[in-house]
């Protein structure tokens, strides 16, 4: 599976900003999605995933009722609707594949990568 992230930019606190993440290959529906961020000087952080019929999704608490993760596996595309963004949610943001089931939070659980983008939020 390659998968491509987009969507990122600048933004004011307050408002909204739509990811993308592109997969390619047939077995994109077999597997759950996970949006994780990093921002400058920290580690990698987990932020939402949704399994992969997307009747599940998981958020980390600081993006709660802010954030929202889909997927559309007719597209092979999963989406985070950020809204409401904080300065605080700049960052890279990239999106993973992972084969597990159920809330798989850790990097090294998810196998394949895409590269990217960066969100910065301005205050």
């Known amino acids: 599976v390659q998968l491509q992230a987009s969507g990122g930019g600048l933004v004011q606190a307050g408002g909204s900003l739509r990811l993308s993440c592109a997969a390619s290959g047939r077995t994109f529906s077999s597997y759950g999605m996970g949006w994780f961020r990093q921002a400058p000087g920290k580690e990698r952080e987990f932020v939402a995933l949704i399994s992969w019929s997307g009747g599940s999704t998981y958020h980390t608490d600081s993006v709660k009722g802010r954030f929202t993760i889909s997927r559309d596996n007719a597209k092979n595309t999963v989406y985070l609707q950020m809204n409401r963004l904080k300065p605080e949610d700049t960052a890279v943001y990239y999106c993973?594949?992972?084969?597990?089931?159920?809330?798989?939070?850790?990097?090294?659980?998810?196998?394949?990568w895409g590269q990217g983008t960066q969100v910065t939020v301005s205050s």
């Open positions: 993973a594949a992972t084969p597990l089931s159920g809330v798989v939070l850790l990097r090294y659980e998810y196998d394949y």
